[in-house]
């Protein structure tokens, strides 16, 4: 079977640093990527991981390490406007027979 | 323009009712994507469509069928639909060159459906 696992819930300190992690189990994998989902609101594309390593826009960043299944998602500099659901995704090929993916989101809970 | 737009935001139907979701972009992306979202879980896959052409249908019932009119439009047909279908229906696109979820997929506002 395909599974994402992430945690349920995270609280931090605005102003802090925050890591949500994601592993994964998929019979097909391309890549990794992350959304953002305030409540009431769409998804938003935050970042995609296709090679091993860290990639950074601004305040956040994404990691992933294919040998070991795992990717993170690390936020800085928080602000109660980051409170909201992550989710990670796997990404598959088109002429595969690969499954987009969602995790169960973690809920981002940030304190003043 | 970055825009995905959705109508309409919110419907209300009968079990008995037919009815249709349009979903719209203009940034020229060739994969557009329908997700079923429940209220505190994450998005599930509906289908995609590729070049216009349905590429995925994730073992959907046949109460929902889209249709992808042109390389701009996509559209969800809903017949005879349960309460259980009562959900937050969004719609995405994405250039998604080589693969699907592979590039950054642009999520419309979703439509509010409540089948009763």
């Known amino acids: 079977g395909q599974s994402l696992e992430q945690p349920s819930e995270v609280t931090a300190v605005e102003g802090a640093i925050v890591q949500i992690n994601c592993t994964y189990q998929t019979s097909g994998f391309y890549g990794l990527s992350w959304y953002q989902q305030h409540d009431g609101g769409a998804p938003t594309f935050l970042s995609y991981?296709?090679?091993?390593g860290l990639e950074e826009t601004g305040r956040f960043s994404s990691f992933l390490s294919r040998s070991d299944s795992y990717g993170y998602l690390l936020l800085q500099e928080l602000q109660m406007k980051d409170s909201a659901s992550y989710f990670c995704a796997v990404a598959g090929l088109w002429n595969r027979d690969d499954k987009i993916i969602f995790g169960k989101g973690t809920r981002l809970h940030i304190l003043p | 323009d970055t825009e995905v737009t959705q109508t309409p935001k919110h419907l209300v139907m009968g079990m008995t009712n037919k009815k249709s979701l349009k979903c719209e972009q203009h940034?020229?992306?060739?994969?557009m994507y329908w997700y079923k979202q429940k209220a505190k879980k994450p998005p599930e896959l509906m289908f995609v469509?590729?070049?216009?052409?349905?590429?995925i249908n994730e073992s959907v019932p046949s109460r929902f069928s889209p249709e992808c009119p042109n390389s701009s439009l996509l559209n969800l047909h809903l017949h005879a639909l349960q309460p259980e279908d009562s959900a937050l229906y969004l719609c995405?696109?994405?250039?998604?060159?080589?693969?699907?979820?592979?590039?950054?997929?642009?999520f419309g506002p979703g439509t509010r459906l409540t089948v009763l």
């Open positions: 940034m020229g992306h060739r994969a």
């Open positions: 991981n296709a090679l091993d």
């Open positions: 469509y590729s070049y216009e052409k349905l590429s």
């Open positions: 995405a696109s994405s250039q998604d060159q080589t693969g699907f979820g592979t590039d950054t997929q642009y």
